[in-house]
Nanobody
């Protein structure tokens, strides 16, 4: 089983940027697709971005052109670069790989 640990969340002003990291144990991580999800208070968890083992990406409409997902195969790590952040991006962000989830990292966008 893959174990995932997110980092990089925090408080940022509208229009700012953050980069989230998802560090995975086990080289099998590189062979599997993975994704970033988020859950805001009172809302269902939603997919934000995903990336296959080959590097193909997919994004939710709400974050297209603002967020970028990537992975570093040498480091068993995936990233979510978030630019032009909006208050509605405020949520707990989780990384997922197959049936494994990280503990989540809080992102708050507020002035």
């Amino acid at each position: 089983q893959v174990q995932l640990v997110e980092s990089g969340g925090g408080l940022v002003q509208p229009g700012g940027s953050l980069r989230l990291s998802c560090a995975a144990s086990g080289s099998i991580f590189n062979l599997l697709p993975m994704g970033w999800y988020r859950q805001a208070p009172g809302k269902q968890r939603e997919m934000v971005a995903s990336i296959t083992s080959g590097g193909n990406t997919n994004y939710a409409e709400s974050v297209k052109s603002r967020f970028a997902i990537s992975r570093d195969y040498a480091k068993n790590t995936a990233y979510l670069q978030m630019n032009s952040l909006k208050p509605e991006d405020t949520a707990v962000y989780y990384c997922n790989c197959y049936d494994s989830w990280g503990q989540g990292t809080q992102v708050t966008v507020s002035s």
